[in-house]
T-cell receptor, first 110, second 114 residues
């Protein structure tokens, strides 16, 4: 079964706006990762946040993790048309094997 | 490093034929994963290897699927015989040590079985 589930399934915004995607999961985790997938390509690792961390930044990306609510959010600030892609969260548990959600499809209109 | 290399990028085959997908992981990565992606089921882990040894193949859909890793720089995923429901994008990914290091994906093989 899918461990991480992204929300919303699809998001459409204008260039310059912020995009927020959420990920919920069901059991305790060691870490949570966010990936981007451009159309026809493989997944690209964006950022990893460990279970003892609450927030992490990487460029225009901000990830938060709330282990009490079993949820994470990915914020992309000042979005660009090039950010158009699908975004996936992946959770790692004791087996160290990531389980991916179904992704959020983000469209950024120029 | 050229990243994770998969071949072929596209494969179209007739039902009943054997299909072999290939993957070259990043040098030095101890873990190799095979995933399948479909619209209906999302990303599914099929099998993963640690130091060339298969660790968990519980995601392999049935006996028609098999995977090997004869050495640290090469892995294959074979489907024999292929069926239309096997049509999907198959990804190979590698990781240096497993937990907490992220995964590098190849560009995938789009398989169409007609």
């Amino acid at each position: 079964s899918q461990q991480g589930e992204e929300d919303p399934q699809a998001l459409s915004i204008q260039e310059g706006e912020n995009a927020t995607m959420n990920c919920s999961y069901k059991t305790s985790i060691n870490n949570l990762q966010w990936y981007r997938q451009n159309s026809g390509r493989g997944l690209v690792h964006l950022i990893l946040i460990r279970s003892n961390e609450r927030e992490k930044h990487s460029g225009r990306l901000r990830v938060t993790l709330d282990t009490s609510k079993k949820s994470s959010s990915l914020l992309i600030t000042a979005s660009r048309a090039a950010d158009t892609a699908s975004y996936f969260c992946a959770t790692e548990r004791g087996s160290y094997i990531p389980t991916f959600g179904r992704g959020t499809s983000l469209i950024v209109h120029p | 490093d050229a990243g994770v290399i998969q071949s072929p990028r596209h494969e179209v085959t007739e039902m009943g034929q054997e299909v072999t997908l290939r993957c070259k992981p990043i040098s030095g990565h101890d873990y190799l994963f095979w995933y399948r992606q479909t619209m209906m089921r999302g990303l599914e882990l099929l099998i993963y290897f640690n130091n060339n040894v298969p660790i968990d193949d519980s995601g392999m859909p049935e006996d028609r699927f098999s995977a090997k890793m004869p050495n640290a720089s090469f892995s294959t995923l074979k489907i024999q015989p292929s069926e239309p429901r096997d049509s999907a994008v198959y990804f190979c990914a590698s990781s240096p040590r497993g937990e907490g290091y992220g995964y590098t994906f190849g560009s995938g093989t789009r398989l169409t079985v007609v």
